[in-house]
């Protein structure tokens, strides 16, 4: 089992950046697909970003993006950290929630069902204001 544990969420306004972290205690988590979720209230939780087990291809690790993030939301890895990040530029109110980590050993690429991943970290709240 992976311990996950995510940071850098806060209050921010709209159009700014934030970046946040997700810390996993395994120390073969190269190994493991990570991907971001989110949940707002009231809402169901939904699929963010995914990004593939570490590579030696030289392109990096592949990774997948909701539509409604693409071209916002940056996925990465550093695998000598243990930690994958999403960064999130332009921020919209319609951006605010708890965005949890996920991690998986396998399963089809890319992974977007949340019910395929077996440890996820506690989530981090990210606030929207206008």
């Known amino acids: 089992q992976v311990q996950l544990v995510e940071s850098g969420g806060g209050l921010v306004q709209a159009g700014a950046s934030l970046r946040l972290s997700c810390a996993a205690s395994?120390?073969?988590?190269?190994?493991?697909?990570m991907s971001w979720f989110r949940q707002a209230p009231g809402k169901e939780r939904e699929f963010v970003a995914t990004?593939?087990?570490?590579?030696?291809?030289?392109?990096?690790?592949?990774?997948y993006y909701a539509d409604s993030v693409k071209g916002r939301f940056t996925i990465s890895r550093d695998n000598g950290k243990n930690t994958v990040y999403l960064k999130l530029n332009r921020l919209k109110p319609e951006d605010a929630a708890v965005y949890s980590c996920?991690?998986?050993?396998?399963?089809?690429?890319?992974?977007?069902?949340?019910?395929?991943?077996?440890?996820w970290g506690q989530g981090t709240q990210v606030t929207v204001s206008t």
């Open positions: 996920a991690a998986d050993l396998g399963g089809s690429w890319p992974l977007k069902d949340g019910r395929e991943y077996d440890d």
């Open positions: 395994e120390r073969t988590f190269r190994n493991y697909v």
């Open positions: 990004i593939s087990r570490a590579t030696i291809s030289r392109s990096g690790a592949n990774s």
